[in-house]
């Protein structure tokens, strides 16, 4: 059988005129009381100071004073600028991720960031990560854009259906930059990584085909020990009780790496119980090929005929040692609920369309592979 794979301004109301001497009497009096008011409160400011409890007046009384507050946080305006990425680190607090903005030209004060971020009932809310941010911002700014989905740079590990254990480390160590040997490491303890033990130590099979979104401090073994519970997750979702798990993902991987379209999976699943079932062999290519690691399409007839690979479901009846690649929902469920039928063959009769044919005796089934070889002869 072929194997396929996111307050408004105050207004003021303009004053009505009276007589203009009566106006300037009015306004000149109350220039006086302003320049007494801003006197009298300079002294009462420079006083608190002196006793060491004026800051919180300072820091409120520019409205009142008229003039700038010296210790009021320095803030930029606008929106932003240009982009810049910048990372938040696990456990940053206000002060922390403000000073990371500042070094970053996001923002232009710490203070100007802990006071929005104060201001905003949200903050707390803020993930670590990396985020595409402006240089320049309005703190206020800083913080909306923080909490928005949009600035948050996602690193994603995706593992499509049927990868192998090994096509699954190379992915994670393309992605995340680390040591293939740290990745090695985690597997060294299966049970610390959550691999249960009916696996027998063998993480093939047991990555959950998915993507997964990383943090910036997830560890070679927590991006292992997630993709083990996403499998016991999803297992457990459909029911399949811990003695089975092994046997279920063993028999979801072969037909992951055998069908094309999902149509076929529960039909595939039915075949491999019926061959099964009659003590006959599987004769699944996938399998001796991940025996030999070679691709499907180079499998030989001395391949098929050798029995030192435990693989080779053409010379060892039953299931193969483990699975042969990590089977996604799709294959999981074909298995746990094959459609019913008698077939006992199938194979792929176009390798471009990957239409594959089902058949229940041997006859029928060497007429379906003679549709291939004239498929494979018109299309070298």
Do not use: C
């Amino acid at each position: 059988m072929t194997d396929l794979f996111e307050r408004p301004p105050v207004q003021h109301e303009q004053p009505t005129r009276a007589s203009r001497s009566g106006g300037r009497d009015r306004r000149a009096a109350k220039k006086r009381a302003q320049r007494r008011r801003r006197r009298t409160l300079i002294v009462v400011v420079a006083l608190l100071l002196v006793g060491g409890a004026g800051y919180y007046l300072v820091s409120n009384a520019s409205s009142l004073l008229g003039f700038e507050n010296p210790f009021a946080a320095s803030d930029y305006e606008g929106q932003g600028v240009d982009p810049v990425d910048v990372t938040i680190e696990p456990g940053s607090t206000g002060a922390v991720i403000g000073q990371t903005l500042v070094d970053a030209g996001v923002v232009k004060s710490v203070k100007a960031f802990t006071d929005a971020y104060k201001a905003n009932p949200e903050a707390s809310k803020i993930q670590p990560g990396n985020f595409t941010m402006l240089t320049e911002m309005k703190a206020s700014a800083a913080v909306a854009l923080l909490l928005s989905k949009e600035s948050k740079n996602e690193m994603k590990l995706t593992i499509p259906e049927g990868f192998t254990k090994a096509q699954v480390i190379d992915r994670a160590v393309s992605v995340t930059g680390k040591p293939v040997e740290e990745f090695e490491a985690a597997m060294a303890d299966p049970a610390a990584v959550g691999l249960p033990a009916e696996a027998g130590g063998n993480f093939e099979g047991w990555f959950f085909p998915s993507t997964y979104l990383l943090e910036p401090d997830d560890t070679p073994a927590t991006i292992v020990a997630n993709m083990v519970a996403a499998t016991v997750s999803n297992l457990d979702a459909l029911g399949v009780a811990p003695a089975d798990r092994q046997t279920v993902i063993t028999k979801a991987s072969l037909v992951e790496r055998e069908a094309k379209a999902d149509a076929d999976r529960p039909k595939m699943a039915r075949a491999i119980e019926n061959r099964l079932e009659r003590d006959m062999t599987l004769d699944i290519d996938a399998a001796v090929a991940f025996g030999l690691g070679k691709p499907g399409t180079e499998i030989t007839l001395a391949d098929k005929a050798n029995t030192d690979n435990l693989y080779n479901l053409y010379r060892h009846r039953g299931l193969p040692p483990g699975p042969i690649a990590s089977p996604g929902k799709a294959s999981v469920e074909a298995i746990l609920n094959p459609e019913p039928g008698d077939w006992l063959f199938w194979v792929a009769v176009n390798l471009d369309t990957g239409e594959t044919k089902f058949s229940s005796t041997m006859a029928e089934h060497q007429r379906y592979v003679n549709e291939l070889r004239a498929w494979q002869a018109e299309n070298p």
